[in-house]
């Protein structure tokens, strides 16, 4: 009987079987590194397809920004506030190319399809995030302390996309007057918010102005309770009228 042939004391098939573990494990590990290298030049090549497509639109890069921007979403942006809210972007030349800048006191009315008190209500929540500058009787320019509160709550963004100027004026002289002295307060604050930021051509596309003279959802005496550019003076239903609401909505269109 012939048995297996015999080289330096080991059996020739014994002697196989640790080379042949060996060439096994020696070829896994080639796959497993070829198969890394693979995963590694699809995740490059998705990235640099990504770069050259964010270098041919720019505004991928944009979007994602507005996406982390506009993360609020406050209670009082309800269906009613935020149905209202886009008619005035819409209506009132928000982001509009065309050069028009707010509405007057019958486009508020035609747009807006809602009584004067619940316009107004639709501000109340905004109790805590807006402010109510003040001017004197028959004036449109902004003393200091409205300059300085003016400057306080458009800094005060917090992520917030639109800021709003709703001014009006007490029913003290004759209606055309009330109009056009209720959109010089609304451009006084717009001029003061652009001198601020040294004309940002972004504020087109941010603020939108209504100024609603004294036909249009006047204030009660509760907006006193408001912050105010002159705290020390007696509140009235006069002066609370003689005013520019300013404040950013945080609500998603």
């Not at 042939?5 to 096994?24: C, F, H, K, Q, Y």
């Not at 007057?104 to 109340?124: G, H, M, S, W, Y």
Request: aromatic share 8%; with cysteine; net charge neutral.
């Amino acid at each position: 009987m012939t048995g297996p042939m015999i080289t330096n004391g080991d059996p020739v098939g014994a002697a196989d079987e640790p080379r042949r573990s060996v060439l096994l494990a020696g070829l896994a590990g080639a796959g497993a590194t070829g198969l890394f290298l693979v995963v590694m030049l699809l995740s490059i090549h998705s990235s640099v397809a990504g770069a050259a497509e964010r270098l041919k639109n720019p505004a991928i890069k944009e979007d994602s920004k507005v996406a982390i921007a506009d993360h609020a979403e406050l209670p009082y942006c309800t269906p009613q506030f935020k149905k209202v809210l886009e008619r005035v972007l819409h209506s009132c030349g928000l982001g509009d190319s065309s050069g028009r800048r707010g509405c007057k006191p019958t486009d508020v009315k035609t747009f807006a399809e809602i009584n004067d008190d619940d316009f107004n209500a639709l501000f109340r929540p905004l109790k805590d995030r807006g402010a109510v500058i003040l001017f004197k009787t028959g004036k449109y320019e902004l003393e200091e302390g409205a300059k300085r509160l003016v400057e306080d709550r458009f800094r005060d963004r917090r992520g917030a996309r639109y800021f709003f100027i709703v001014a009006r004026a007490s029913k003290v002289g004759n209606v055309d007057r009330n109009r056009a002295l209720s959109q010089q307060r609304a451009n006084s604050v717009m001029f003061h918010i652009k001198d601020i930021t040294r004309d940002d051509p972004e504020l087109e596309k941010q603020v939108g102005m209504l100024w609603l003279g004294a036909e249009y959802a006047q204030f009660s005496t509760e907006y006193c309770a408001w912050i105010t550019s002159s705290p020390d003076e007696k509140c009235t239903e006069q002066a609370i009228n003689q005013s520019a609401l300013v404040s950013w909505v945080d609500c998603r269109l």
